[in-house]
């Protein structure tokens, strides 16, 4: 994982990505994570060189790896999301688009007063409150976005564990509310549970 991108912003900066936006149930998720670069170029070859796109860790990686970015000392992150109600209201683009904002604007609340700009993974996305540069399969390229790939997809994971507590029988622990066999199944069997989003297509069609 390179520093490329961030030494080229200069400044502070803000990497962004997000997580959830197939599945059927829960939230979409995004996080935000900035660290100061003299600190990100001791982490990259240190604390943090197994960093990577959350799509190419195990889960047990990821979670470890997560657990890491919140300890650094200095590493100033923020975690937001869109619900399935706002999904439901806005569209899956739009919601992911306000997840990244909530993200950019606790993390830039925490900055104290300075003016980061924000690399965000895959297309442009409008309205996030400071100056932005999208970067397509940034969490491959980017230090930062590949953090917040991370800190966005467990703690996405961590909502699913918690709907297969309290909605048990679709396998939310297993499939993560993706469109699995096994969790259109039990959505054929037991219909939809208030944390599945009613605007996506399998299931609309059992309502």
Not at 78 to 106: C, F, G, Q, W, Y
Not at 175 to 198: F, I, N, V, W
Request: glycine fraction near 10%; aromatic fraction near 6%.
């Amino acid at each position: 994982m390179t520093l490329d991108f961030e030494r080229a912003a200069g400044g502070t900066v803000i990497g962004i990505d997000e997580a959830g936006r197939g599945p059927l149930a829960g939230g979409v998720y995004a996080a935000a994570v900035s660290v100061p670069l003299d600190l990100a170029e001791r982490l990259v070859a240190g604390d943090w060189r197994e960093i990577n796109d959350s799509k190419k860790l195990t889960e047990k990686k990821r979670e470890q790896l997560a657990a890491v970015i919140r300890a650094t000392v200095g590493c100033t992150w923020a975690v937001a999301s869109a619900s399935p109600a706002e999904i439901d209201r806005l569209n899956i683009l739009k919601a992911t688009h306000l997840a990244m904002r909530r993200a950019a604007e606790a993390a830039g609340a925490r900055l104290a007063g300075a003016s980061p700009r924000i690399l965000v993974d895959g297309l442009a996305v409008p309205g996030l409150p400071y100056p932005s540069q999208n970067i397509v399969k940034g969490d491959a390229q980017s230090l930062f976005i590949a953090a917040a790939s991370i800190l966005a997809k467990t703690a996405r994971d961590a909502e699913c564990r918690e709907l297969e507590r309290t909605y048990p029988g679709y396998g939310f622990a297993q499939h993560k509310g993706y469109p699995t066999p096994a969790h259109l199944a039990a959505l054929k069997r037991l219909g939809p549970c208030p944390a599945h989003r009613r605007s996506f297509g399998p299931v609309a069609n059992v309502i």
